[in-house]
């Protein structure tokens, strides 16, 4: 199937990170404007080693979504998602990617579990097929776009490289760990509505950020839907059949995977427009109060 076509082999996959250690939690880690240039060095020459190439693979987008670091991995050639396929399936990529986060974040350890998967099909339970891994990623192709912030993360880390050739004197680890000049800062871009109105009060607008969309996922309930729909009336990305096909996609993965993936999709098609204020009016046509409390700090406990 896959040599019978004369276009280029692209496919996708996405790989599931966990850190086994309880004080290490790499959602976190890369949530953090400070540690994220080094977590994702990490990844870059994590993902490097496992092909041979610096351009083997590519980073489309990394998800938070606790206690996972999703990294969503496009393929350009046949060849490269073998090796990285190899790679995976002997422990070499866990290996190097443990090696790399210890370095990169001044760790004794960072002990690993991993988890591949395209579409639903998760790869773990098939590497000794590795034509059939193929055909799964092959049939998988990429539905997004490099996302803005890991172009910027790699312009980044090649300034870091570039600083170094020019001032070897200063090692890579303190390269590492200076302030990055032009890191995306989510949660605070400048967006028309500067401020909005609830329940009296005025809140800040603000694009969403990692820590309401979980808090979303986990609280919405069976209402996703209908939040959902509020949505769409601004956003093409959530028109009907698309809420119907998450709901049918996520079925067996439960209530919090599916918000999760409906507002993921909401946060990717918008991008900065994908603001606190559009949500907060989203749940409150649903009488979804109490999650628009939350999201907006004015409950003091935490569920």
């Not at 998602?81 to 350890?109: D, P």
């Not at 990623?137 to 910027?152: F, V």
Request: aromatic share 6%; glycine share 4%; charged share 25%.
């Amino acid at each position: 199937k896959m040599a019978g076509s004369s276009a280029p082999w692209i496919g996708s996959a996405y790989l599931f990170l966990q850190s086994t250690c309880k004080t290490i939690a790499l959602p976190s880690l890369y949530e953090s404007s400070q540690k994220k240039p080094s977590v994702f060095k990490a990844l870059k020459l994590a993902l490097a080693d496992s092909t041979g190439s610096v351009n083997g693979v590519d980073m489309l987008k990394v998800h938070c979504s606790h206690p996972h670091l999703i990294v969503q991995l496009k393929f350009c050639k046949q060849e490269n998602c073998r090796r990285f396929l190899q790679s995976y399936r002997e422990g070499v990529l866990q290996e190097s990617l443990q090696n790399h986060l210890q370095l990169a974040l001044a760790m004794t350890t960072v002990p690993l579990e991993m988890e591949l998967k395209a579409g639903n099909e998760h790869l773990d339970n098939m590497l000794k097929d590795e034509d059939r891994c193929l055909e799964c990623i092959y049939r998988e192709k990429p539905d997004r776009l490099r996302d803005e912030e890991i172009t910027e993360l790699e312009e980044y880390l090649q300034s870091l490289i570039l600083h170094q050739n020019i001032n070897n004197n200063l090692p890579a680890k303190d390269c590492a760990s200076l302030n990055p000049p032009s890191l995306p800062s989510h949660g605070s871009s400048p967006s028309p509505q500067v401020t909005f109105l609830f329940q009296g009060q005025q809140f800040a607008n603000r694009t969403l950020t990692p820590d309401d969309h979980q808090k979303f996922a986990k609280l919405v309930s069976k209402k996703w839907k209908q939040v959902g729909r509020s949505l769409q009336r601004n956003c093409r990305a959530l028109r009907d059949p698309v809420i119907d096909n998450l709901a049918l996609e996520y079925d067996r993965e439960g209530l919090y995977e599916q918000a999760y993936q409906l507002l993921l999709r909401f946060i990717q098609s918008e991008g900065k427009k994908a603001t606190i204020a559009r949500l907060i009016a989203a749940l409150e046509e649903n009488g979804l109060t109490s999650l628009a409390e939350e999201l907006l700090g004015l409950h003091s406990h935490e569920d």
